[in-house]
């Protein structure tokens, strides 16, 4: 039962260099970046500016009027991407069986512009103020819950919240549920806070760049590093089981989920290392592939000096000193949160498709860090497997593999 | 074969006591927790009643540092947890870390610090663009409440899979879902699993008010939570924490520790059917109740006993009804069912594993918790509710069943575990 083969077949993608899969892969496969100075409030006198913003997206045109008022952006774009996630895949949700479909988002702050919102009226105004859709519109269970009831699926469910890693782990929990005996499961993670109260939070982890220069303000791997661009979107994928998808007369998906391990990392000051490694390795072994079977490594990318360095010393212990082509697209986005790692996979899976490696932008290798890092140009050639790893604040480490379809 | 997961420690932090005994004392007393709210003036709000826990951080071991930098909840949950450890008898340290996880549900997250935080950054709400010159330093943890699940894993020393679950109001049964689910299938040896919540804040308070979710009986909180009686007019707002150990079967037995229970089923569904609603006929709740008695191999007339969602608003209670009369049936009849919510309120997130720790107390010590204040039955609702007394009964196997905002519908049954050794 557990041998169970779980595959992607559709992919929605909410980026802020592309609306759509197709229009996000065409602009990063060519480096085309969408970090800009911020445009959804005025960020002067904010120590940080910059901000990968998803342009051109309006609700309206996509969604019924009276689920505007009810919902956060980050929700809107949630309730799109699956749209286009499933429409990619060829589902029609109301022929399939109600209770073997399901929801897994990861969230990492909500709706929090939402929240800000509701909190601005209580405070100014008074309780009477307070919307009625704040019970639940800023919720961290909320895109789950409005994607399951627009598309009337009613299996097995669920949230999870674990920062940056969370996309990861959302997508492994999809294929438990498959492995448990769902049929498809939607799966990713959508975030979108930007907004000043929202800033505010983000400035206190104390990681954000506050570079005013879009093309130096997000450097991994760089000697120049000085922290990360956030950004709003990330991706929703169809997960179904390879065999149901055939049936369902899916001629060929993206590739596999074929493997994912996540640990967490030790308290500060205990003198233990990173347990990254330890995650790598798992996915690996989950996976049944060898480091040398792998082909691209997509890096979660920092940008601070000492996450870098614990990063690349995982990757080389594992693969040896440039030993795995490594990538971080999210340079021309921005760090996504729940989003971000799904986005990731998005990306890893398109480029097994293509060929085709995307490049990390604007960054030169510091040379102490020892890896093979793609960097100006894409990389072409034969790609079916690839390493996606995501690490969240506070230290929780995901690594997932996926392979081309057979 | 199928790895079976039971549990071997349990930390409880709920409204009208600290740790498990007072927690069950006062629900076999059938006594109430839900006062007058005291953290903030009520006066504005429609709703005035909640249940607070009376719990101080540094009686249970908290460090200044920890106290300045954690959320109430992410306080709750550190200490449930550590107490569910050395409830177990387990030494962690001896195990290897990457064996251990954490799984924390949260519905609703830092809402306590992120309402005063806001507060203190806008200038009282007057600023939109807040000033970050105020923010405090661990703001971060209050805007990502994955921290919960970070707190706990240094607390207790677990690296292994570390998350946190937030499925609104059904997030302390999921969690504990998912970690058994992680224990089948063999990816860790031990887990530290339950949920937490603080949401007696004024943003919360507010915000139920605007749906008229909460009970307005203002003018008598110690009866103010009064599911499946005729009077009901909405929950009590709670909070509280539970944590579990949870292991293999086999392992518990080896190292001859103390067996709560074990968790033999679990599901959870989705009603697709309104963000708040719910279906009166109960039928998602149904499905998840069948495939979790599927999943521990029992039938309806092995549940002994069922921990209702019983949250004290009208739409529940018939839903769930219905759920248990569609599931169970004529057995619904038989079987005793009742809501400890009519005592320690509706903590969210965490009332779904301070109802897993009330369900397994029901098996260790064979009593069935009542139903507070349950006067006047609801015609419509017509199943054996334990009214306002507990009852000693022979219970081996419990279902315990939650719903959420979002349309979540989870049940669990948790069994004895002599008795479930074939």
């Not at chain 2, 007058?36 to 908290?62: C, N, W």
Request: with cysteine.
């Amino acid at each position: 039962m557990t041998t169970t083969r779980v595959v992607v077949t559709g992919l929605g993608v909410m980026a802020p260099n592309g609306l759509g899969a197709e229009n996000y892969w065409a602009a990063t496969r060519n480096g085309k970046s969408g970090i800009g100075r911020i445009t959804r409030f005025d960020p002067t006198g904010y120590p940080a500016r910059l901000a990968g913003e998803v342009g051109g997206f309006a609700a309206e045109e996509h969604l019924p009027s009276r689920l505007i008022p009810q919902t956060d952006r980050m929700t809107r774009l949630a309730l799109v991407a699956a749209d286009w996630a499933l429409a990619d895949a060829g589902v029609r949700p109301s022929e399939l069986a109600e209770f073997e479909m399901g929801v897994v988002t990861a969230s990492s702050s909500g709706g929090f512009e939402f929240g800000q919102g509701e909190l601005q009226n209580l405070w100014s105004k008074g309780s009477q103020y307070v919307s009625a859709y704040q019970s639940f519109a800023w919720f961290y269970a909320v895109n789950t819950g409005q994607i399951s009831i627009r598309h009337a699926m009613r299996g097995p469910s669920g949230v999870l919240v674990s920062d940056q890693a969370g996309g990861l782990d959302a997508l492994a929990q999809a294929r438990r549920q498959i492995r448990k005996g769902s049929k498809l499961i939607v799966a990713g993670g959508v975030d979108a806070s930007i907004c000043p109260w929202g800033w505010v939070a983000q400035l206190a982890s104390r990681r954000l760049s506050t570079s005013d220069d879009p093309d130096r303000a997000y450097l991994p791997f760089d000697a120049a590093a000085c922290g990360h661009v956030p950004g709003e979107g990330g991706a929703l994928l169809i997960v179904e089981d390879a065999q149901a998808a055939r049936q369902r007369g899916v001629p060929t998906s993206y590739g596999e989920i074929a493997g994912y391990g996540c640990t967490f990392d030790p308290k500060p000051g205990s003198g233990r290392d990173s347990g990254l490694r330890q995650a790598i390795q798992l996915a690996l072994h989950n996976a049944g592939l060898a480091p040398g079977e792998i082909n691209v490594v997509f890096a979660d990318a920092a940008a601070l000096p000492a996450l870098d360095r614990i990063k690349a010393a995982a990757i080389t212990a594992i693969f040896g000193p440039y030993g795995v082509p490594v990538t971080a697209p999210k340079t021309m986005v921005g760090r996504l949160y729940s989003g971000g790692a799904a986005l990731d996979l998005v990306t890893a899976l398109l480029s097994i498709r293509d060929g085709l490696v995307p490049p990390t932008t604007n960054v030169s290798l510091a040379p102490d860090y020892g890896i093979d890092l793609v960097i100006e140009q894409p990389r072409v050639g034969v790609l079916s497997t690839a390493l996606v790893v995501a690490r969240g604040y506070g230290g929780f480490n995901s690594a997932m593999v996926v392979r081309a379809a057979e | 074969m199928r790895r079976r997961v039971v549990i071997t420690g349990i930390g409880v932090i709920a409204p009208g006591g600290s740790g498990v005994k007072d927690f069950w004392n006062l629900l076999v007393n059938g006594e109430t927790a839900t006062r007058k709210i005291s953290f903030f003036d009520p006066a504005p709000f429609r709703s005035q009643v909640a249940a607070q826990a009376d719990f101080d951080p540094e009686t249970h071991g908290l460090g200044p540092q920890e106290i300045r930098r954690m959320d109430r909840a992410a306080q709750f949950a550190v200490v449930t947890a550590r107490e569910a450890v050395v409830d177990s008898g387990l030494e962690l340290t001896a195990l290897d870390p990457y064996r251990t996880g954490v799984t924390v549900g949260s519905a609703v997250g830092a809402t306590m610090g992120l309402d005063a935080e806001y507060r203190v950054v806008s200038d009282g709400g007057r600023l939109e663009l807040v000033n970050y010159e105020y923010a405090v330093p661990h703001l971060y943890d209050y805007f990502v409440p994955s921290s919960f699940a970070a707190e706990v894993a240094w607390s207790v020393g677990a690296e292994g899979p570390a998350t946190v679950v937030s499925t609104g109001c059904t997030s302390g049964l999921d969690a504990v879902g998912h970690a058994c689910d992680l224990l089948r299938e063999g990816s860790v040896d031990v887990m530290i699993a339950g949920a937490t919540d603080a949401p007696i804040s004024p943003i919360t308070v507010a915000c139920f008010d605007a749906i008229k979710a909460t009970t307005p009986r203002n003018d008598d909180p110690e009866h103010a939570s009064r599911p499946f009686d005729r009077t009901r007019n909405g929950f009590v707002l709670g909070e509280g924490s539970a944590m579990f150990v949870l292991e293999e079967l086999e392992s518990a037995t080896r190292r001859n520790a103390h067996i709560y229970a074990e968790i033999a089923g679990f599901a959870t569904r989705c009603n697709a059917f309104h963000m708040t609603g719910l279906r009166p006929d109960g039928r998602e709740t149904a499905e998840a109740i069948r495939t979790a008695m599927s999943e521990a191999r029992v039938s309806a007339e092995d549940i002994d006993y069922v921990n209702a969602h019983g949250s004290g608003t009208r739409q529940n209670d018939r839903h769930e009804t219905a759920a248990f009369k569609r599931s169970l049936g004529a057995h619904a009849y038989r079987t005793p069912v009742s809501s400890i919510k009519s005592m320690v309120g509706h903590s969210l997130g965490a009332i779904g594993s301070i109802e897993i720790a009330a369900s397994v107390l029901a098996i260790e010590n064979n009593v069935v918790p009542p139903t507070a204040n349950l006067h006047n039955p609801d015609p419509e609702c017509d199943l054996d509710y334990v009214p306002l007394t507990a009852r000693e009964w022979p219970t081996d196997t419990v279902l315990t069943v939650g719903s959420g905002f979002g349309g979540f519908q989870s049940a669990m049954v948790l069994a004895r575990a002599e008795a479930s050794v074939a």
